[in-house]
């Protein structure tokens, strides 16, 4: 069901044809980076949080990046909690090992961290443990906005 909300919202966007599906499990940064050929930083991890009001947050972030809990709290004025697994998949509308912000639920805000811009093609999952979507940088701006954009890694 999540693959299908992923897919079904990147073939509205135009962007069906970017989906890669591995024989390999790319549930984890490095083994989509294994699987796809390449870097760990080219894989755009889904990250989870609890936002302020208590809406779901979800930051696209660089594989190799980790969240910086000074940066996370000045920008979100909370401190960053992660949803729990069953949090995800209720509040989000995708489990752990394909989180993507590619058809998650409406309310879901969904943020990109700068740290994308260190590449000019990105892989987020799409929905399960083995599928992705090669997407520029720019299209994902263009996809989640630009406004969008935000400094939260170390």
Avoid at 21 to 30: K, L
Avoid at 99 to 121: H, M, Q, R
Avoid at 123 to 144: D, I, M, R
């Amino acid at each position: 069901m999540s693959t299908e909300r992923a897919l079904a919202y990147l073939r509205e966007k135009g962007y069906d044809d970017r989906v890669i599906t591995s024989d390999e499990s790319t549930g984890t940064v490095a083994e989509a980076a294994s699987a796809l050929g390449v870097t760990e930083g080219e894989i755009a991890k889904s990250l989870t949080f609890r936002g302020k009001e208590g809406e779901a947050i979800l930051i696209v972030v660089e594989g190799d990046k980790r969240i910086d809990n000074s940066k996370f709290k000045a920008t979100f004025h909370t401190k960053a909690k992660m949803l729990k697994p069953d949090e995800v998949v209720e509040e989000i509308g995708h489990a752990i090992g394909g989180v993507t912000p590619f058809g998650a639920k409406e309310d879901v805000v969904i943020y990109l961290d700068e740290s994308l811009n260190a590449y000019d093609v990105v892989y987020p999952a799409c929905g399960s443990s083995n599928t992705a979507a090669k997407l520029t940088v720019e299209e994902l701006q263009g996809l989640f906005g630009k406004e969008n954009m935000v400094d939260v890694t170390k």
